[in-house]
């Protein structure tokens, strides 16, 4: 039986995703939750698993393309299959700790096309890593949707077709195929194994960010790891090569002039984001100048520790904690404007949210309840989503929920700004540039640590008396690192 699997919803409700990278070609059999391929949504790169077993039918998007949530993704020929969409009647979303149930539209859709009876829809609903046997059906763990689910019946890797059962032809710009050198581009159909080039994650971004298709480069490097070098290798033999003439009758592209990028993923998320948060708050924005020697003196001590070995420890980790102490004592930053309600709702923790610059855009992960981690902890959590942004790993539900936010335009060498508060927030505060300057130190000018501190802030919420006590607090941490004890 042929089996269609439809876009799942992938977390917040976001309406579409765009193909990156197939891991499958028509043909190959799959197992149940194998990769078979990377989608990125407006918030982050997300892998989709088989959810099911059996041999691939036809892929219905093509990489580059837009696909929205219900809309077919991939056809599976599986044995005993009795149903069209594997869709069960409450969705299955990734939020990057479990698992979260919901009715929405894509799911009615894929309910109403089923071809069982409507219990028999109900007995497909998977949860995180349990297998469930469908009523009548013997042994068949029921398909899971989006990363978790139904455990494989067996720990075999997939099978492909071997080299010369037959071919692919690559589906690549022709404009590129003539620019590439000929001794490793050709045109036409290629005797290539329809397996994808072997090489790491971070090598297919590097490709995909440089319009670079991965299949040429493993032509010239057969059965090897494809690596970062070996792609700037192609790229510079790409680039050496003359220029393509166009056709006759076509005029020459004026594309050395001007580059023309879609308006898709992260950064169409943030520029919503940011018009909505910048046309509703009514912003503020408070500045202070300060010595923060003690605070660097600190940090330079904490790097000589055997203790903190494998923890890194920086300036930002200690702003961080020395925010969730100061809204502690000013809880209108840590509060949020519930207009439809008519409320204000003030937060008894804090989900602290640092923004990140990645190659997709600005996103701001959210270390939940940061209020309640030590220093030590604090830093790790700092590290950690700092790796996963620049990975382009985020996932949705990490970039949601944020109460307060932190932006470092610092390490830009950027003194001060007026950054725009996140939806839904009270307040972001900007850390500036550390620069050793001439300062008044004890009724003496000394070189001293100084850096600027910027607040923005919902002046529907707060008013500038609470800004600047907040700010004071934060400042008052970072001038003398032993006032932490005091707050609270």
Same mark, same amino acid.
């Given at each position: 039986?042929?089996?269609?699997?439809? /876009?799942?919803?992938?977390?917040?409700?976001?309406?579409?995703?765009?193909?990156?990278?197939?891991?499958?070609?028509?043909?190959?059999?799959?197992? /149940?939750?194998?990769?078979?391929?990377?989608?990125? &949504?407006?918030?982050?790169?997300?892998?989709?698993?088989?959810?099911?077993?059996?041999?691939?039918?036809?892929?219905?998007?093509?990489?580059?393309?837009? %696909?929205?949530?219900?809309?077919?993704?991939?056809?599976?020929?599986?044995?005993?299959?009795?149903?069209?969409?594997?869709?069960?009647?409450?969705?299955?979303?990734?939020?990057?700790?479990?698992?979260?149930?919901? &009715?929405?539209?894509?799911?009615?859709?894929?309910?109403?096309?089923?071809?069982?009876?409507?219990?028999?829809?109900?007995?497909?609903?998977?949860?995180?890593?349990?297998?469930?046997?469908?009523?009548?059906?013997?042994?068949?763990?029921?398909?899971?949707?989006?990363?978790?689910?139904?455990?494989?019946?067996?720990?075999?890797?997939?099978?492909?077709?071997?080299?010369?059962?037959? &071919?692919?032809?690559?589906?690549?710009?022709?404009?590129?195929?003539?620019?590439?050198?000929?001794?490793?581009?050709?045109?036409?159909?290629?005797?290539?194994?329809?397996?994808?080039?072997?090489?790491?994650?971070?090598?297919?971004?590097?490709?995909?960010?440089?319009?670079?298709?991965?299949?040429?480069?493993?032509?010239? !490097?057969?059965?090897?790891?494809?690596?970062?070098? !070996? %792609?700037?290798?192609?790229?510079?033999?790409?680039?050496?090569?003359?220029?393509?003439?166009?056709?006759?009758?076509? #005029?020459?592209?004026?594309?050395?002039?001007?580059?023309?990028? #879609?308006?898709?993923?992260?950064?169409?998320?943030?520029?919503?984001?940011?018009?909505?948060?910048?046309?509703?708050?009514?912003?503020?924005?408070?500045?202070?100048?300060?010595?923060?020697?003690?605070?660097?003196?600190?940090?330079?001590?904490?790097?000589?520790?055997?203790?903190?070995?494998?923890?890194?420890?920086?300036?930002?980790?200690?702003?961080?904690?020395?925010?969730?102490?100061?809204?502690?004592?000013?809880?209108? @930053?840590?509060?949020?404007?519930?207009?439809?309600?008519?409320?204000?709702?003030?937060?008894?923790?804090?989900?602290?949210?640092?923004?990140?610059?990645?190659?997709?855009?600005?996103?701001?992960?959210?270390?939940?309840?940061?209020?309640?981690?030590? /220093?030590?902890?604090?830093?790790?959590?700092?590290?950690?989503?700092?790796?996963?942004?620049?990975?382009?790993?985020?996932?949705?539900?990490?970039?949601?929920?944020?109460?307060?936010?932190?932006?470092?335009?610092?390490?830009?060498?950027?003194?001060?700004?007026?950054?725009? @508060?996140?939806?839904?927030?009270?307040?972001?505060?900007?850390?500036?540039?550390?620069?050793?300057?001439?300062?008044?130190?004890?009724?003496?000018?000394?070189?001293?640590?100084?850096?600027? @501190?910027?607040?923005?802030?919902?002046?529907?919420?707060?008013?500038?008396?609470?800004?600047?006590?907040? @700010?004071?607090?934060?400042?008052?941490?970072?001038?003398?690192?032993?006032?932490?004890?005091?707050?609270?």
């Amino acid at each position: 039986m042929i089996s269609e699997f439809r /876009l799942p919803d992938l977390g917040e409700g976001l309406p579409e995703a765009e193909i990156v990278q197939w891991h499958v070609s028509e043909g190959d059999t799959v197992t /149940l939750n194998q990769t078979i391929a990377e989608v990125e &949504t407006a918030k982050a790169i997300v892998e989709i698993p088989s959810p099911y077993a059996g041999i691939v039918q036809g892929l219905h998007a093509a990489a580059g393309d837009i %696909v929205e949530v219900g809309s077919p993704l991939v056809s599976f020929a599986v044995e005993g299959a009795d149903a069209e969409s594997p869709a069960p009647t409450e969705r299955t979303r990734v939020d990057g700790g479990g698992t979260r149930t919901g &009715t929405g539209p894509a799911d009615r859709l894929a309910e109403s096309r089923a071809d069982g009876p409507s219990s028999d829809l109900e007995e497909r609903r998977v949860a995180d890593d349990v297998r469930t046997t469908a009523a009548g059906e013997t042994g068949r763990a029921t398909p899971n949707l989006v990363g978790y689910g139904a455990a494989p019946t067996s720990g075999s890797r997939p099978r492909r077709r071997a080299r010369g059962a037959g &071919t692919v032809a690559l589906d690549t710009d022709h404009a590129v195929r003539e620019a590439a050198p000929h001794d490793i581009v050709r045109t036409g159909p290629i005797d290539l194994p329809l397996e994808r080039p072997r090489s790491t994650p971070p090598v297919r971004k590097f490709a995909k960010d440089h319009g670079i298709d991965l299949a040429l480069v493993a032509a010239a !490097h057969p059965g090897e790891l494809i690596t970062r070098v !070996h %792609v700037e290798e192609y790229a510079e033999q790409v680039a050496s090569a003359p220029p393509a003439t166009p056709p006759a009758g076509v #005029p020459a592209s004026g594309g050395d002039r001007v580059t023309r990028t #879609p308006i898709r993923g992260v950064r169409k998320y943030t520029a919503a984001a940011m018009v909505q948060s910048a046309f509703t708050a009514p912003h503020a924005t408070t500045f202070l100048t300060l010595d923060v020697t003690a605070t660097t003196e600190l940090l330079a001590s904490l790097k000589t520790d055997r203790a903190l070995d494998g923890h890194k420890i920086g300036l930002l980790a200690i702003v961080a904690k020395a925010v969730c102490l100061a809204l502690g004592r000013t809880p209108a @930053l840590n509060a949020r404007w519930d207009e439809a309600a008519g409320e204000i709702i003030e937060h008894h923790y804090v989900n602290l949210g640092i923004a990140a610059a990645t190659d997709r855009g600005l996103v701001v992960p959210v270390i939940a309840d940061a209020d309640r981690l030590d /220093l030590v902890d604090l830093a790790d959590a700092i590290a950690d989503l700092a790796t996963t942004a620049r990975a382009g790993r985020t996932t949705p539900a990490a970039m949601t929920g944020g109460t307060f936010s932190i932006t470092n335009v610092g390490v830009f060498g950027v003194d001060a700004g007026t950054p725009i @508060l996140n939806p839904g927030e009270a307040g972001i505060l900007a850390v500036g540039a550390l620069r050793t300057t001439p300062w008044e130190h004890q009724g003496e000018i000394a070189l001293r640590d100084v850096l600027t @501190l910027s607040l923005s802030f919902d002046h529907r919420l707060v008013d500038g008396a609470e800004a600047a006590r907040f @700010l004071t607090d934060v400042a008052g941490v970072l001038r003398e690192p032993g006032r932490a004890m005091l707050l609270r």
